[in-house]
């Protein structure tokens, strides 16, 4: 059964420095999605992204933030200058298409840890 | 706005009784309802969801959740549980009008006793 991936599973950063998370969605989706959990927090929602642009964004997804498709399999999630409170669980997700009836399918997601 | 609360963040019951997780919703219109699990180490993965038609709703790994507009919940239940239920459960609502961002509740570890 086709699934989400992510990489890596764990990432530990210094404040200040770039982080890259990676993701592999279905490959007949066409929508993409980051959410995340901080600890004991409820899974938020970030962005979501189609046809190589972001479709909408929280108020979480700042200037800090950037979403990217690079190539035909992979989505990116960028945090430019990561602080403190960025430490979270970040949850890579697709669907095949932009309803609200549409089941996401999640990947594993990527443990961030901010030092 | 909508929203979704989850009435207990851990919930244990023992092998073989009825799980019921809570889940009441906040929406000015009629929402899409969700229900995610996650076990360890791995992805949310879809349970079951509601989107206007049954308002029964039955899902994998046989749960259900019944969706009562008049109370304005979507509780999850199983008649009998299993070890392999234990994980964490999440509600979610769709948010109406944007491409299906999804808006979850705090979720609920379950725990089976043997």
């Known amino acids: 059964e086709p699934e989400v991936t992510q990489t890596p599973s764990h990432q530990v950063t210094q404040m200040g420095q770039e982080v890259i998370l990676r993701c592999v969605p279905i490959s007949n989706h066409l929508y993409f999605y980051w959410y995340r959990q901080i600890l004991g927090q409820k899974v938020e929602f970030l962005v979501s992204f189609y046809n190589n642009e972001i479709s909408e964004k929280s108020e979480i997804f700042d200037d800090q933030f950037s979403v990217e498709r690079p190539d035909g399999s992979n989505f990116t999630l960028k945090i430019r200058s990561t602080k403190l409170e960025d430490s979270a669980m970040y949850f890579c997700a697709s669907s095949e298409m932009a309803v609200g009836t549409d089941t996401q399918y999640f990947g594993p997601g990527t443990r961030l840890t901010v030092l | ?114």
Not at chain 2, 31 to 60: C, D, E, H, M, R
Request: charged share 15%.
């Open chain 2, 1 to 114: 706005a909508q929203s979704v609360t989850q009435l207990g963040s851990h919930v244990s019951v023992s092998e073989g009784a009825l799980v019921l997780l809570r889940c009441n919703y906040s929406s000015s219109v009629p929402p899409y309802l969700f229900w995610y699990v996650q076990y360890p180490n791995q992805g949310l993965q879809l349970l079951l969801k509601y989107t206007s038609a049954a308002t029964l709703v039955k899902g994998i790994n046989g749960f259900e959740a019944e969706f009562k507009k008049s109370e304005t919940s979507f509780h999850l239940t199983k008649p009998s549980a299993h070890m392999s239920d234990a994980a964490e459960y999440f509600c979610a609502v769709s948010v109406r009008g944007s491409q299906g961002n999804l808006i979850f509740g705090k979720g609920t570890k379950l725990s089976v006793k043997p």
